[in-house]
């Protein structure tokens, strides 16, 4: 990642990189480890590997509109009260321990069922064993690519349950979802 704008640079493959400056420039770039699978929504799978899709819209890996690497997450639901998702579980964080999470969300012609509603639209929830939280307040309309985040403490007595999702949630319209990212912040 790009050190000052954290905007992701090259993915790893088989322990590999490639970056290109132009000549005379200079940058700096932060080697980062993401607590979830296929982060950036590249890998090919079912929609892709890593994350689940559940719900009653359309739900697939999209090559054509994505902020980096190789394709994103793309969900389309015709009606305003369809509920889509791609959901990943992770493996349970530290108790007690502070962790950022990033994600990029783009909307095109999404209408909430609800025009009040601050969960409706394009939303992305994180529920960190007991912490839920939804973020942004769900976008409606057509956005260019935002830049979603949060830093967080895990709780001292954590539960069971953690996972991701990406959302498209009581509201019609097409959603896509890229870069995103979870670490534990070093101290």
């Given at each position: 990642?790009?050190?000052f704008?954290?905007?992701?640079?090259?993915v790893v493959?088989?322990?590999?990189?490639?970056?290109?400056?132009?000549?005379?420039?200079?940058?700096?770039?932060?080697?980062?480890?993401?607590?979830?699978?296929?982060?950036?929504?590249?890998?090919?799978?079912s929609?892709?590997?890593?994350?689940?899709?559940?719900g009653?819209?359309t739900?697939t890996?999209?090559?054509t509109?994505k902020?980096?690497?190789?394709?994103s997450?793309?969900?389309v639901?015709t009606?305003?009260?369809?509920?889509?998702?791609?959901?990943q579980f992770y493996?349970?964080?530290?108790?007690?321990?502070?962790y950022?999470f990033?994600?990029?969300i783009?909307?095109?012609?999404?209408?909430?069922?609800?025009?009040?509603?601050?969960v409706?639209g394009?939303?992305?929830?994180l529920?960190?064993?007991?912490?839920?939280?939804?973020?942004?307040t769900?976008?409606?309309?057509?956005?260019?690519?935002?830049q979603?985040?949060?830093?967080?403490?895990t709780?001292?007595?954590?539960?069971?349950?953690?996972?991701v999702r990406?959302?498209?949630?009581?509201?019609?319209?097409?959603?896509w979802?890229?870069?995103?990212?979870?670490?534990?912040?070093?101290?």
């Amino acid at each position: 990642r790009d050190y000052f704008t954290a905007d992701l640079v090259a993915v790893v493959d088989d322990g590999e990189f490639t970056v290109s400056l132009p000549a005379h420039a200079t940058a700096v770039y932060q080697l980062y480890s993401n607590l979830l699978d296929n982060g950036g929504l590249d890998d090919v799978g079912s929609p892709m590997d890593g994350w689940i899709a559940a719900g009653d819209g359309t739900m697939t890996r999209d090559t054509t509109v994505k902020y980096a690497g190789e394709a994103s997450g793309k969900i389309v639901n015709t009606l305003t009260n369809q509920n889509s998702t791609f959901l990943q579980f992770y493996e349970p964080l530290k108790p007690g321990t502070q962790y950022h999470f990033t994600a990029r969300i783009k909307t095109e012609n999404v209408v909430k069922q609800t025009p009040g509603d601050g969960v409706g639209g394009a939303v992305i929830q994180l529920y960190a064993g007991g912490v839920n939280l939804f973020f942004p307040t769900g976008l409606s309309g057509t956005n260019d690519w935002q830049q979603v985040e949060k830093t967080f403490t895990t709780p001292l007595a954590p539960n069971s349950t953690w996972y991701v999702r990406l959302r498209l949630w009581n509201a019609s319209g097409t959603a896509w979802f890229d870069d995103v990212h979870f670490e534990e912040v070093q101290p």
